[in-house]
Structure formats: C-alpha cells, structure tokens
C-alpha cells in the first residue's frame, strides 16, 4: 500500500474517482449511514460507478465495490485494471480500503479476468489517496479507524 496524493494518478483515475465520489451520493445505507462509492475502470477506457445499499439486517449488503464491478461486468465490460472507492471523513488520516469481504471478492474476479486490479481509497473529498492492489500480498483493509468508530466505548 502507499499512500498518494490524487494529483500524482491519470487523467483516467482522476475520472474514476470523481465518478466513485458521485456514486456515494446515491448509496442508500440507512443502517449505518456510512455512504460508499465505487467506480471500475476498464482496459478500453469504461468506467462504471457502484454504491452501497443495505438491508435492515445488513445480511443483504450489496458493498459498493461489488456493485461496481458487477455493473461492469453486466454490461459485458469485464476487463477492470483499477477501482476507486470512497467514504469517510476528509479529516481522518486513514484512507477508506474495500472490506475483506471485498478483497475476496475482488481478488476472486481477477482470477476470472486473468490481470491484478489496482485499488485507490479515498475520501469523500480531499486530495489524498491509498494504492494497493490485488497482487499486495496482505492487503490495507477496512478497519474501524477508517469509519471512525469510538473503540473506547466498547471496551470497558
Ligand atoms: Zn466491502
């Protein structure tokens, strides 16, 4: 993993991420109310946005990295080279990486595609970002710090 600033990606990743910041907007997480983005970009230059919708039992999830490639892949564009998500605070120093449930997921569909995805965290807004990818042997993954959750108060 390394953290980056957005400045330094493509013209292509800097669309990727614009298109995962709107596509938080429409997330619908009335559970949590953590909103997540997503967008894939394909090898032909493709992007397609994902976003989060939970259930009331959040057994049902769809997370918005998978919807994402999901739209991608409905739409006959199964070639992903990068995804964006994004979520959480501009003030947070932690960078918002796809769930273990996502990175499965993911690394289960570059065996499918035959090419390692790049993966960019980012916040809702603000120019720095993470890069990992699905080759990173142990990959940066969601955690509590990056949604923010207060520890301290489970603990005692
Ligand atoms: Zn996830």
């Known amino acids: 993993m390394e953290i980056t600033n957005i400045h330094n990606l493509s013209e292509y990743e800097k669309k990727l991420i614009e298109v995962a910041r709107a596509a938080r907007k429409n997330a619908v997480p009335p559970v949590s109310n953590y909103q ?31 919807s994402a490639i999901s739209a991608a892949n409905a739409a006959g564009s199964k070639n992903i080279r990068t995804l964006a998500v994004c979520g959480g605070d501009s003030g947070s120093e932690v960078f918002l990486m796809p769930c273990l449930h996502c990175w499965q997921f993911i690394c289960n569909f570059t ?45 005692k």
């Open 111 to 155: 065996e499918v595609i035959g090419n390692e995805i790049k993966i960019i965290g980012v916040h809702s807004e603000g120019d720095g970002c993470s890069i990992g990818s699905t080759n990173d042997g142990s990959p940066d993954f969601l955690g509590w710090r990056a949604i923010g959750a207060d520890l301290d108060r489970w603990r």
């Open 36 to 66: 997540v983005g997503a967008a894939v970009l394909t090898a032909s230059g493709k992007i397609f946005p994902g976003a989060n919708i939970e259930d009331a039992g959040l057994n049902s999830t769809v997370h918005a990295e998978v």
